[in-house]
């Protein structure tokens, strides 16, 4: 039974992805993207990922949802149509995209067993870092430098869709509102449901430590809350001047750097922990992320500001 | 039990994957912003399940991440939509 | 005891299968949105909550039951919400 | 057939069906839809490759599983750049920036969208 699900899983997200190819109208191409990443959360659960799931359901949902449409919505006027190929062409793209999935399929039906794998390696290390949870294992003490430079990959790719301002809008504020007309009822949604979404993102980011979640997970809900309270009108989007703004982006970021510098001092290295203390630092940084990436992921939503802040 | 429950959340999958095809072949835009309600529902009852047959707890954070976020899903793509769905409203009226 | 809460999952879940075929069915049937987002939210709903309900005596300690309450309760409301947005702006 | 082998085809076909989107559409947000497919899909060979990892009582290999959170977390802010780039490209007053600069020079106006 266990096989006959996954089988139907895989026949409709490929379909939706085939779809999604094919469909005419932008806007429901972009909703069916969304429907796609809500499904593959589905996926990664099968293939015992949870981490994974909990992070595709968080910024495959609302996140991206909300960026692709808003922009799909802007782009309406717009002639953005550029030149159809011509049929032959198509084809000839069509076989070799099929060769190229022929290919990667024969890979995946021909892999060998017994796999290569670090499992056995991971766990046997995993007292060390205090940590119940050998994915967070792996993002903050095995591999923390990878983890490191790509907080600090999101800010810079923040500061370049912030070097997108117009002139006039330099330092000014990104404009939500073209997304959703404010109304009483999204008002009042808006109202409802961050309580319940900030207490959400803690336990993710706390349970992280020895369960499935973390900074990411937690750090993608907050964004998704502060997206929401924006959107409906009842928090204003703050400057892209604001100095607590900028401050709270590089909070998470400068918190680890120091960490890590620390551990040149107190421990092995660069990025190392004290065993004793390991478990608190690591908390206590992805605490600090989650602050980050909740910031600098709804302000990528956000998008280049547009106008200036009125007075 | 477990084949039970993996039989059951194929079942609820084939009545999303029904209910998916109809939404969005739909022409009337406001059909489609229902897309993320169904997943939102019927996505957390199969994660449910899952989280029982395979004896893994923390699956129930999935259904409870994807409650929460389809919602606003559904908010983004009113937004979308919303300008489309009028303009069909008032041709609908004529 | 186990035979009979497992006969009671079995029976809760099948109920909630039901109503999820229910609301894909008024999904297809029903004539113009008001009444189709009826179907989706209502049945769909009652069918999620029924799955829950079913997969209560599963679960390992109340903690993880009150856990599977919540979800239901999450969808609950944002449903409730996401019908009257989805209406408004259809009208 | 394993799980991981399943999804391994699965993977494979969401890759060709993204590729064949990212040469063929030619809307720009719609190459970008095709391209988060296409990374779609390679995310999910890695969690093939994770899968079949398994041991030492884990459902998968942490270390590829860990990737790919980094690695979803950078394709959104990929693509929240490129949507900005697009954006960008195709704004109704995007050829005449130094003429519109001119006219509200000196003055703090309102930017006509809000």
Same mark, same amino acid.
């Given at each position: 039974m266990a096989a006959a699900f996954d089988i139907g899983l895989i026949v409709l997200l490929v379909g939706i992805g085939a779809w999604m190819i094919v469909v005419r109208d932008v806007v429901v191409a972009t909703i069916i993207f969304v429907v796609f990443g809500l499904l593959m959360a589905i996926a990664w659960v099968r293939l015992s990922a949870v981490d994974v799931a909990l992070t595709e359901a968080a910024i495959g949902s609302g996140i991206t949802g909300t960026l692709l449409l808003g922009a799909a919505a802007r782009l309406k =006027? #717009?002639? #953005? =149509?550029?030149t159809r190929l011509s049929f032959p062409i198509t084809v000839v793209a069509a076989v070799l995209c099929a060769m190229i999935s022929a290919s990667l399929a024969a890979v995946a039906l021909l892999l060998t067993y017994p796999a290569p794998t670090l499992a056995p390696m991971a766990m046997q290390n995993l007292d060390q870092t205090g940590l119940g949870n050998p994915v967070a294992a792996v993002l903050f003490a095995y591999r923390a430098l990878d983890t490191l430079l790509e907080k600090v990959v999101l800010l810079l790719a923040l500061v370049g869709v912030w070097s997108l301002a117009p002139d006039r809008a330099w330092r000014g504020v990104p404009s939500l509102d073209t997304t959703v007309p404010p109304s009483d009822i999204l008002a009042f949604f808006a109202q409802i449901l961050p309580p319940f979404g900030i207490v959400f993102a803690i336990y993710m980011t706390w349970t992280g430590a020895s369960n499935p979640g973390g900074a990411f997970q937690g750090g993608t809900v907050l964004a998704v809350m502060w997206l929401l309270v924006m959107m409906a009108g009842v928090m204003r989007a703050p400057s892209i001047s604001n100095v607590w703004l900028r401050w709270l982006l590089v909070a998470g970021p400068a918190l680890f750097l120091i960490v890590g510098f620390t551990g040149v001092f107190i421990a092995d290295g660069f990025l190392a922990y004290p065993p004793a203390y390991a478990k608190a630092l690591i908390v206590a940084v992805e605490a600090a992320l989650a602050v980050s990436i909740a910031a600098t992921l709804g302000l990528l939503a956000a998008g280049p500001p547009e106008r200036m802040q009125q007075k | 039990m477990p084949e039970f429950l993996f039989g059951a959340a194929l079942f609820i999958l084939g009545t999303i994957a029904v209910g998916l095809v109809r939404i969005l072949y739909s022409r009337q835009a406001a059909d489609c912003m229902m897309a993320a309600q169904l997943i939102g529902t019927g996505g957390v009852a199969i994660l449910l399940l899952l989280a029982v047959a395979t004896d893994t707890p923390p699956i129930v954070d999935v259904a409870l991440m994807l409650a929460l976020l389809a919602a606003f899903a559904s908010v983004a793509f009113v937004g979308g939509l919303q300008g489309k769905a009028s303009a069909q409203a008032e041709d609908h009226r004529k | 005891m186990s035979s009979t809460m497992d006969a009671f999952t079995v029976l809760a879940i099948s109920c909630g299968a039901f109503f999820f075929v229910a609301g894909t069915i008024g999904l297809l049937r029903f004539p113009d949105v008001p009444t189709r987002l009826h179907a989706l939210t209502k049945a769909d709903n009652l069918g999620l909550g029924l799955v829950a309900l079913g997969l209560l005596p599963q679960v390992a300690g109340p903690l993880a039951a009150l856990k599977l309450i919540i979800v239901w309760l999450f969808a609950l409301i944002s449903g409730a919400i996401v019908t009257q947005l989805i209406v408004r702006a259809v009208r | 057939m394993t799980t991981a082998t399943l999804f391994g085809l699965c993977s494979s076909a969401l890759v060709g069906l993204g590729l064949f989107g990212v040469i063929v559409d030619p809307h720009p947000l719609r190459k970008i839809l095709a391209f988060n497919l296409l990374g779609s899909g390679v995310f999910l060979l890695f969690g093939v490759v994770a899968r079949r990892g398994a041991a030492a009582g884990l459902g998968g290999d942490p270390v590829p599983q860990a990737l790919v959170i980094t690695g979803i977390v950078v394709a959104f802010a990929a693509t929240a750049l490129a949507v900005a780039l697009v954006l960008r490209l195709f704004e109704p007053e995007a050829g005449n920036a130094v003429e519109s600069e001119a006219t509200s020079a000196g003055l703090e106006v309102d930017g006509g969208r809000s």
């Open positions: =006027g #717009a002639d #953005a =149509g550029g | - | - | -």
